[in-house]
C-alpha cells in the first residue's frame, strides 16, 4: 500500500532537486496536485532535515537545501567545484602569478570552497577571498554569475540589491557587456579596501545580517561597477579587486565561478591577460563538470507541463 505522506516529500524533493531556479508553493501545488496547506507542511519538514531551503526577495521560492545537494554531490548531480577546479586554478595561478578561487553557488550566495595562493612576483600571493569567504547573490555582485542565471532569478538578483539610481545606471550599461565577453571586472577603491576588512571583521564577530547587508549596500555606493570595453584599454590603470568568469553546469545556467583576485593596481594589458587565463579556466572547469555531472531526475510530468 501507498504511504501518501512519503510519496508527496519525495514528489517535492524531486522537483526541487531538478529545478533550475526557485519554485514557489504555489506552483508546487498546482504541479503536483497538492494544497497548499499540504506542501506548506512537507516543505517545513524537509526545511527542518536540511533537504530544502527558502529563497528571500522578489518572487521567493524554495531551492534544494544543504542535505539534499549533498546527496546530489554524492551521485553527480550537484558539481564538486572543490575538487574538480583545482587543476584549473593552480594554471590561473601560474600564468598571473595572482591567487584564484573558485566558487560555488549555494541557494542566494556564492561559497568560496578552494583557493590556490599566487606566486612571489607579486603582491597579492595570498587570496583576498579565503576559504569560506561568501558572496551575497545579489547586484551589483557576481554579475559573470547573474549574466547566466535564468531570467526569472536574475530578475531576483537586481531587484534583492536595491542599488542606488547610479548603481542601477551603471549596471545597465556593463551587464550586456559582462554577457556578451563572459567575465566581470571587481574595481578597488581605497574606501572598499577599508570597507572589505571590516566586513570581515563583522563576519568573524557574528554581527547580525542586517549590518552586514549596509555594508554590502556601501559597496555599491563606493565603487565603480565593472569595466566597460571602451575602459579597458591597454595602457588603462586600473586598481582591480578580482576578476572572475562564470562555470556553466546542466541547463546551461551558472553553478560557481572563477575569479583571479590580485587585490592592486593594474595596467589594462595585464588585466586583459587575467581576463583570458580565468574565462580559459572557467571553460575548463564548465567542461569537466559536463563531464562528471550526470543528469538530475526528471521533475514530475505534472510539474513539466506547469
Known sequence: MRHEPTRRAVEVATALAAAGEPVTTTRLAASLGASRSTLHAVLAELHACGWADRVSGAGGGWVAGPVLRAVGRSVGTEPDLARIARPALDEVADLTGIAAAAL?????????????????????????????????????????????????RREMWLTDGAVPAAARARLDLVMPQVTRRGWSVDRLTPARRELLR???????????????????????????????????????????????APVIGRGNVAVGSIAATPGRRMTGRAVMRTTDAVTVAAADVSARVAALTTAAPPPPARLRHA
Open 104 to 152: 560555488q553557488l549555494r541557494g542566494d550566495f556564492l561559497e568560496v570552497v578552494d583557493v590556490v595562493r599566487g606566486g612571489v612576483r607579486t603582491s597579492s600571493s595570498s587570496s583576498a577571498m579565503p576559504t569560506g569567504h561568501t558572496i551575497p547573490l545579489r547586484a551589483p555582485f557576481v554579475r559573470d554569475v547573474a549574466a547566466r542565471l535564468p531570467e526569472s
Open 198 to 244: 571590516m566586513a570581515d571583521a563583522l563576519e568573524s564577530s557574528g554581527v547580525g545580517p542586517l549590518v552586514r547587508d549596509r555594508v554590502s549596500e556601501l559597496f555599491a555606493e563606493l565603487s565603480t561597477i565593472d569595466v566597460l570595453d571602451s575602459e579597458l584599454t591597454p595602457g588603462a590603470d586600473l586598481a582591480v579587486f578580482a576578476v572572475s
